[in-house]
């Protein structure tokens, strides 16, 4: 955080209208915006005493918190100045300068002890500033502490008559810084000189006895001692001629009292090395939203009537950080999730294995930024809300498998519905074409990736919302199929009948060609006996002529004697 940019000069944090503290929401919005740890330091003191002077110095710059210069009372209520911790790497030093106590213009104190007790509560160094030496008269002055056990309470509910523990009281105290201005004794004991610690020490010496006036003396210093276990002491120098103060803004430090310069550095020096980030009760760490938290209920409690207890401010403290933890740890959760969950997934122990993860993760950042979960009861309502968003995450698991599997099914199984719509299943054997289609589309479905944990249960869903489809499918084919029973009865009746009759018939023209072979053949026989007998009565015949005709030669021609011819004719 860069103070030019970020908080170029303070702005009133507590305002205190007539009497009336109220917080400024201006004030609270940049407390907001300041997460590094905060050192905050805070000046009291009667008015006119320089209080704003320390604390511009404190800022680093010149000029800031209002000086004034007059007897008047110039700063009202709290004013606030965030600026970069010169000595603490992102650690921011706020510093608190408060109206000066006893302005006469106010009537009464009651306001005055009021802002001192919020400049205690809220600092974790005090810084209390008055005018030259540590006498009964600055004591006097200092009245205001001994009104802390009646201005805060350390618990919402002590014991009846039971006086609240002091250390546990002191726990929340801030180291206390005395600064004395304009002082011009030598720091001498007896004689002997001391430190300015050792003369504050000296001063706060209790005396003994048991008188009013003993107690009196002793009651301011017994509650310094008692409430600030940690204490430091400044003396100052007058810075330069009275005439000058009213310049005291515009001055440099060579025009100031070198001695004067010297012991502001030594003052800022320790501010910066020893103020300590202001801290609860159990470590915790305030930062600029839990430092608002803490201003906001102790206002808030002055305001009602009603008096400041610490315990409640860390409540309300923790009340509010792990509301906002849990709300950071569900954030996380939700931006894990949608980075690494892809809906849907395969199986439900994927979804489940990758909420763990981020719930894991979650349960670690609401760990880092919650504190006193009483009971872990802010942990427990995590726990109910990431549970809540498992389901949410099932759910939609669920629709993203559904949504999935359903366009699926639509896109594979369309064309089939298609066909059954154009009847293409509705003949004789339609119903097994049907089936088997289904177990060929059923396959490719399964085949399909990312379906989710739906994938089955929309199948069968689907599968089961065509039932009637089927059914129809399966009936028709099995009347069809009677149908054609009878046809193919029928038609194998008339086939073989017509073969019965393309039998006989084939035998009729068997037997007529037979027939009529028989025939061709028994004139084929009659035709060639004719034939044969008629070239035997041919042969014969040219026998007979021959055997005339030998018959002539002989009786031409006398035989030999002792032969004798002998003719016989064949029979016709």
């Known amino acids: 955080m860069a103070s030019e940019t970020y908080m170029p000069g303070p702005i009133c944090l507590i305002e205190n209208v007539k009497g009336q503290l109220m917080i400024n929401q201006e004030a609270l919005k940049i407390l907001s915006a300041i997460t590094d740890p905060v050192v905050v330091v805070a000046i009291v003191g009667l008015y006119r005493t320089g209080k704003s002077y320390l604390m511009n110095k404190l800022a680093g710059k010149q000029k800031g918190f209002s000086l004034g210069a007059t007897v008047q009372s110039h700063t009202k209520g709290i004013w606030m100045w965030c600026v970069p911790h010169p000595k603490m790497a992102d650690h921011t030093l706020v510093l608190l300068d408060t109206e000066g106590l006893g302005d006469v213009e106010k009537g009464d ?62 726990s929340f105290f801030p180291d206390f810084v005395w600064t004395l201005r304009d002082f011009s004794l030598d720091l001498e004991i007896d004689g002997q000189p001391v430190s300015a610690d050792e003369y504050l020490d000296a001063a706060l010496k209790l005396k003994q006895g048991t008188s009013k006036k003993d107690k009196n003396f002793n009651l301011p210093r017994l509650c310094i001692r008692k409430f600030f276990p940690k204490k430091k002491c400044f003396i100052f120098d007058r810075p330069t001629h009275r005439k000058k103060l009213a310049q005291l803004e515009t001055l440099h430090d060579d025009q100031l009292d070198s001695e004067f310069v010297q012991q502001v550095a030594e003052f800022c020096s320790y501010i910066f090395s020893y103020s300590k980030v202001k801290t609860l009760s159990g470590g915790i760490k305030v930062n600029g939203p ?12 002055i305001s009602s009537g009603d008096l400041p207890c610490m315990e409640n401010a860390v409540l309300a403290l923790a009340q509010i950080e792990n509301s906002a933890a849990v709300q950071k740890a569900l954030a996380h959760y939700d931006q894990k999730m949608k980075q690494k969950v892809q809906l849907p997934t395969e199986t439900l122990m994927e979804l489940l294995d990758l909420h763990r993860d981020c719930e894991r993760e979650a349960i670690e950042v609401f760990i880092k930024h919650s504190f006193k979960d009483v009971d872990q009861l802010f942990q427990k309502e995590l726990g109910t809300q990431l549970e809540t968003r498992r389901d949410n995450f099932h759910e939609q698991n669920l629709k993203a498998s559904s949504d999935r599997c359903s366009a699926l099914l639509q ?62 499918i399966l009936q028709t084919d099995q009347t069809l199929t009677e149908k054609e029973k009878e046809i193919e009865v029928e038609r194998v009746k008339a086939e073989s009948a017509e073969a019965t009759a ?24 009659v035709k060639q006996l004719t034939e044969k007998m008629e070239k035997d009565r041919a042969q014969m015949q040219q026998e007979q002529e021959r055997i005339i005709a030998l018959k002539l030669q002989v009786s031409t021609v006398a035989p030999p004697l002792g032969f004798c011819f002998c003719f016989s004719l064949p029979s016709s």
Do not use: C
Not at 143 to 153: A, F, G, K, P
Not at 290 to 301: C, I, M, P, Q
Not at 425 to 453: C, D, H
């Open 109 to 170: 104190n009651q306001n005055d002890s009021w802002i001192f007790a919020l400049a205690i509560l809220l600092s974790s160094t005090f810084v209390y500033n008055s005018m030259g030496t540590i006498n009964q008269q600055a004591m006097d002055q200092l009245h205001y502490v001994t009104e802390l056990t009646n201005r805060i309470r350390a618990k919402s509910s002590p014991e009846e008559n039971e006086i609240e523990d002091s250390a546990e009281f002191v």
């Open 290 to 301: 839990r430092l608002e938290s803490l201003g906001l209920t102790y206002v808030n409690a």
């Open 411 to 472: 896109d594979i199984f369309s064309p089939l519905e298609e066909n059954v719509k154009q009847g293409i299943y509705s003949k004789p054997g339609g119903y097994r074409l049907f089936i088997q289609k289904i177990e060929e589309l059923k396959k490719k479905y399964y085949l399909e990736p990312r379906k989710g944990i739906q994938a089955e249960e929309i199948l069968q869903k689907y599968l089961k919302s065509k039932e009637d489809v089927t059914d129809t």
């Open 502 to 525: 393309k039998m006989l018939e084939e035998m009729q023209r068997k037997n007529e060609q037979l027939m009529e072979q028989k025939e061709k053949s028994y004139q084929e026989h």
